[in-house]
């Protein structure tokens, strides 16, 4: 299985960093070669910080501790190895890689606290929002959706801080998905989103990132990128909810 690079992970896992993590992970990626030379006693006294800093970063980067950072990233400098990466199986996989448990059961839990719940997404990325609701009124728990944009928007003036805005946009750069964003972040709405895992508009506004990896793909005029990432992370939530509430 491929492991995921070190930039990867900083992306995914960004919400739990501190100001003393960030110095470090500069430092890291702008040193590979003499970082992995580098025992967590003398990283830590560059720092001014304690071995456990070092070792409870690794841990928030999704790490075994730091004898797995420094392992995986000699083995980033020393790997070249090429792969597929428009496969669906390459997809999936990446997706899989990119599940965040801690950030699904947040997320599951607000969704079932929530007064009112509300998805939201264009052309394709419709149809999985439809299936959400459906998915969620399995369990009971009531949400909606609609395609309309003036729907939505007075939806959303009807939403406060106790409720959950759902959005899925593969790019994060949809323009509707994208007001409807900031509408709800001027109202204190909590905004949940799904994307491509890149960074994106719409992330910066999200409360919650969720993310999946589907990069676009065109052939001949069409949009032909494939979606079952999203429905791998869609699949994730839904048995969490499921299973849980």
């Known amino acids: 299985m491929r492991i995921m690079h070190f930039e990867e992970r900083i992306h995914k896992f960004e919400y739990k960093l ?31 910080t304690v071995p456990n800093t070092i070792t409870r970063l690794s841990k928030k980067l999704g790490y075994d501790g730091f004898s797995h950072l420094k392992n995986s990233i000699k083995d980033e400098i020393d790997t070249s190895s090429v792969v597929n990466e428009e496969s669906s199986y390459y997809l ?7 599940l965040d448990m801690e950030q699904i059961e947040k997320i599951t839990k607000l969704i079932h606290d929530a007064k ?17 609701v459906r998915n969620l009124r399995v369990a009971g728990k009531g949400a909606e959706f609609s395609i309309h944009r003036h729907e939505v928007l007075h939806r959303i003036e009807e939403m406060n801080k ?8 593969l790019s994060g750069e949809t323009e509707q998905v994208l007001e409807m964003a900031e509408q709800a972040k001027q109202r204190g709405i909590t905004i949940v989103s799904l994307t491509h895992f890149s960074r994106n508009s719409l992330e910066k506004l999200a409360s919650f990132n969720l993310y999946c990896y589907s990069p676009k793909k065109v052939m001949n005029g069409y949009n032909i990128t494939d979606k079952t990432p999203l429905m791998v992370v869609l699949q994730a939530i839904s048995q969490f909810y499921w299973d849980h509430f």
């Not at 003393?20 to 030379?37: A, G, H």
């Not at 003398?42 to 720092?47: G, I, K, N, W």
């Not at 009112?116 to 959400?132: K, N």
């Open 92 to 98: 999936i996989q990446k997706t899989f890689e990119l």
């Open 116 to 132: 009112h719940v509300l998805f939201f997404g264009v052309g394709d990325s419709a149809d999985f929002c439809e299936m959400m």
């Open 18 to 48: 501190n100001d003393t993590d960030d110095q470090i992970i500069e430092y890291i990626l702008q040193n590979k070669s003499e970082f992995v030379t580098k025992s967590i006693q003398s990283l830590a006294a560059a720092f001014y």
């Open 162 to 169: 106790q409720d959950v805005l759902f959005l899925i946009s």
